[in-house]
């Protein structure tokens, strides 16, 4: 059964960029041992940020891999990446394949329940390269995902399903934030893997 169909891919923005997704492309039963195996072989650690001079730590898990000891900083904080396992390898290709953009690394989260999420931002961070395509895996609790322009404030929403993929790419990080808005209706976890490219 071919589950994916290229017809089925749909830009969610209006303008200014390309949000794709293409929704489901993994079968239920691949999307939960896929969460299995991330959430017990990842190394996962509490992500840190520095705020006006103050060091925080989140109650979101965040683990950051590639295919050298590659540096990212954001939110005022570096972390060095770790070798791949696998199973990325494996979800490295299925992203190269279906979004034709070529990834270094990944940048995965881990979000308990809906107490977690993640305020606007862009991931427009100095080290990544410039427009370039980022493939974003779904596994665990489905979750709402919003896009609001940088200029017009216009909002775009999607629920995220288990085993799907979104790639955001073009000048969607020039023009648009992104958010995963807490939400108390949702009890089981949530792994989102990024996979990107530093320049």
Not at 132 to 154: L, P
């Amino acid at each position: 059964m071919d589950l994916f169909n290229s017809e089925r891919v749909v830009n969610l923005l209006p303008y200014d960029g390309f949000a794709d997704y293409y929704g489901k492309v993994f079968t239920a039963g691949e999307a939960s041992r896929y969460l299995d195996r991330l959430l017990t072989t990842i190394e996962w650690r509490n992500d840190e940020a520095i705020i006006y001079g103050k060091h925080i730590q989140t109650k979101r898990k965040v683990a950051w891999y590639g295919d050298r000891e590659y540096d990212y900083t954001y939110s005022n904080t570096t972390k060095r990446a770790l070798p791949w396992t696998d199973d990325l390898l494996l979800l490295k290709a299925k992203a190269e394949e279906l979004s034709g953009a070529r990834y270094n690394s990944c940048l995965l989260n881990l979000y308990q329940d809906g107490d977690e999420g993640m305020s606007w931002h862009s991931d427009s961070e100095k080290e990544l390269e410039k427009n370039g395509a980022i493939a974003s895996f779904s596994f665990g609790a489905e979750r709402r995902f919003q896009f609001k322009h940088k200029k017009t404030d216009q909002k775009v929403e999607i629920l995220l399903e288990t085993g799907s993929l979104l790639v955001m790419r073009g000048t969607c990080q020039t023009f648009w934030m992104h958010a995963l808005p807490k939400t108390k209706k949702v009890t089981r976890p949530r792994v989102n893997l990024t996979f990107r490219s530093i320049a």
